[in-house]
């Protein structure tokens, strides 16, 4: 078990290092994230003023609309040089790797949130401060199930036509259950007149389950799905 | 065994035995199923029909530790561009638990010939460079059985040449070599026995004499 | 099996004719009137959906760790059923909501996880069509994940929004009406059963055709 972690980190010390060194990635997918946050304000405010209740929903589309982009960059920096096929090769239990990408992606995704978050709390004028706590929470166990399922599919997508479009074709109806918790949630905790702290707790719970039931099930699958 | 890729049939009916201190060259034309071959081999990929058998066991009755004494060249590099060559070497021996691990990078360093540039990144190397660089890190953990996809691709006269010699000493030392390659003058001298692959059927290449001319003669 | 399929065919033919009758006879609903006859399409429907749904998503699972062809495809079949039954769910959902809701479309708990299960499934197949070799692997793995969030897709639509009538109508159904909207189910678990099977022996045929193509050596 000690063995798994310890590579897992090795891989994903790695892919800090390359993107610490380059920062292509973070750089593209936070510009991206708040392109999609400006192209939906502009599409939902009236007036001046935004809907009432809109902020979470913007937030959470530019979470999962960037961590599309980080997984397919992260993949195919794996790809380009065959890189993929000789971490598989490493003589540990396979879903060291998994979990080895799994970590990098959740660092990426957490990078942009961390970033998405003020600033859209800023734009549509939303009480971050106050509930940062809950929502830090939220956020990263949102991020977690959503990484969870698109790093078993990008990496199994790695060998296949047309990976681009398929990607995202497959992951957002998938992580349907994880947008709408953590809709429901970030809304619940910015609610105008106080978190709304119990319909925040049965949406985290529900993240919770998703997080561990697809969690096991990507560590189970992963061997056998890579295997060509 | 066989391989298919859906409804395209890789490998037919292929069987052979690889003992230690043998070297395997694969020859054919492209697509014929060498690269297939060495997939398989290496446990990425798992025979549609048949088995494969290291010491008389199945990769499942191994496990993960089978994959240690494999050392794997691909058709492409496997180097990280971002990397300098010496952290690509500490990754991988990392990762796949090479003993000594500092002597160890410093010894392939010095047979790569790139101790001046250890620490520039790879991205910035040349073609030969960096497949020098790969077939170290393809032998850093010390493994006994090499699986080498066109291993020469790229290289100049006399890196072909310590790499000829590099194969022969390991196949000298016990190792079971498996590779495939287009250059026969270099393959022959590193081979022990020639097995030409077309059409995913194997043949061996019988006889003395050039290689050119049995491939040539059998084709 | 042939003779099995053939006969779950001709039964659900025989009960497709007869369902008009059977539907006709049922008491007419008294608030809804005629459009509440579309239950006994939608509701049958919407079970052979789900149940094919698993099918797909437990043959998945089985071909990724046996690999056994024929597991392989079920899945495929099963997953084409569940567009096909789903997109009869989808069609006749809006025709029934318009009337009793006045719009088309509500983003109900039902609604949506039907519309959310059918678009795992289409994406399921495009990844099959487009996907190129190796596609079974991801496809099954994308099948046996898709039946996983079946739970999660209904309990997060469930807090979220419901407005569907909820699954007791079905035992508090009136006599006339509960016979009629058996009969129904059982036409279309039959169709299904025929389907599926004619599905999977197309598909073994397929098999079989490429095995002659490989011994007659024309690829």
Redesign the interface.
């Known amino acids: 078990m000690s063995a798994v972690l310890r590579a897992a980190w090795l891989i994903a010390r790695k892919d800090f290092t390359i993107e610490a060194r380059s920062r292509e990635i973070i750089a593209t997918a936070t510009f991206f994230a708040v392109a999609c946050v400006l192209v939906f304000g502009f599409s939902l405010v009236t007036e001046g003023r935004a809907p009432e209740g809109v902020a979470a929903g913007v937030l959470w589309i530019g979470i999962a609309f960037s961590g599309t982009l980080s997984l397919g960059r992260l993949f195919e920096r794996e790809r380009a040089h065959d890189t993929l096929r000789t971490l598989l090769l490493a003589p540990i239990e396979r879903p060291a790797v998994y979990l080895g990408k799994l970590l990098g992606v959740i660092m990426l995704m957490s990078a942009v949130g961390a970033l998405l978050l003020p600033f859209t709390g800023f734009l549509f004028d939303q009480a971050v401060i106050r509930s940062f706590p809950g929502l830090a929470a939220v956020i990263l166990l949102g991020i977690t199930g959503y990484a969870a399922v698109g790093t078993l599919f990008a990496a199994m997508l790695g060998r296949s036509r047309s990976r681009d479009v398929l990607l995202p074709v497959l992951l957002y109806p998938m992580t349907v259950p994880v947008l709408i918790a953590g809709v429901r949630a970030t809304s619940a905790l910015l609610e105008p007149a106080g978190s709304d702290w119990e319909t925040a707790r049965l949406w985290i719970g529900v993240l919770v389950a998703f997080d561990a039931v697809f969690l096991t099930l990507a560590l189970w699958t992963f061997e056998a799905v890579m295997e060509e | 065994m066989s391989r298919r890729y859906g409804r395209v049939r890789a490998l037919a009916d292929v069987s052979f035995t690889c003992g230690g201190g043998e070297a395997l060259a694969l020859v054919g034309p492209n697509g014929a199923g060498k690269s297939t071959l060495l997939n398989l081999l290496s446990t990425l990929a798992r025979p549609t029909a048949g088995d494969i058998l290291y010491d008389g066991r199945r990769p499942a009755a191994w496990g993960p530790a089978l994959r240690g004494r494999f050392g794997v060249l691909g058709h492409d590099v496997s180097l990280y561009p971002e990397l300098s060559a010496r952290e690509n070497l500490i990754f991988f021996g990392r990762l796949f638990a090479a003993p000594d691990l500092e002597s160890r990078v410093a010894g392939a360093l010095a047979a790569a010939g790139l101790e001046r540039r250890a620490d520039a990144p790879v991205g910035t190397f040349s073609r030969g460079m960096r497949q020098r660089l790969a077939i170290e890190r393809a032998l850093l953990h010390g493994p006994d059985i090499l699986l080498f996809d066109e291993p020469f691709t790229g290289l100049d006269e006399s890196a072909s040449e310590s790499l000829v010699a590099r194969l022969a000493a390991a196949r000298d030392a016990g190792a079971c070599i498996v590779f495939s390659s287009h250059d026969f003058e270099h393959a022959e001298r590193v081979a022990t026995r020639v097995a030409m692959i077309d059409s995913g059927r194997l043949s061996w290449l019988e006889g003395t004499g050039p290689l050119r001319e049995r491939y040539r003669s059998a084709r | 099996m042939k003779m099995m399929m053939n006969l779950a065919l001709l039964a659900a033919a025989l009960m497709f004719a007869a369902a008009p009758w059977m539907i006709m006879r049922a008491p007419q609903e008294a608030t809804m009137g005629l459009i509440q006859k579309i239950f006994y399409f939608h509701v049958p429907a919407a079970f052979v959906m789900f149940i094919t749904a698993f099918v797909s998503g437990i043959a998945g699972g089985v071909y ?2 046996r ?1 056994s062809a024929r597991a392989d495809r079920i899945s495929a079949a099963a997953g084409e059923l569940v567009v096909i039954f789903g997109a009869i769910v989808l069609l006749t959902g809006p025709i029934w909501a318009r009337k009793a809701w006045g719009v088309w479309w509500q983003w109900d708990a039902r609604l949506t996880i039907t519309l ?1 299960m059918w ?2 499934f289409v ?1 399921f197949l ?2 099959r069509k ?9 496809s099954s ?2 099948a ?3 039946m ?2 079946v739970p ?2 209904y ?3 469930n ?2 929004r419901t407005v569907h009538p909820s699954t007791n109508v079905v035992p508090s159904l009136q006599p006339g009406m509960r016979e009629a909207f058996w009969f129904c189910v059982v036409a279309y678990l039959l169709l299904y059963a025929a389907f599926l099977a004619a599905r999977v022996k197309l598909e073994e045929q397929r098999g079989a055709l ?1 095995e002659l193509h ?1 011994e007659i050596g024309a ?1």
């Open positions: 990724l760790f690999r959310v678009l795992i994406a495009l990844l487009y996907g190129g070799p190796g596609s079974e692997t991801l793995a994308v046996l994940f898709g996983a969030n999660f897709v309990w997060s639509v807090i979220w490429d490989f690829d």
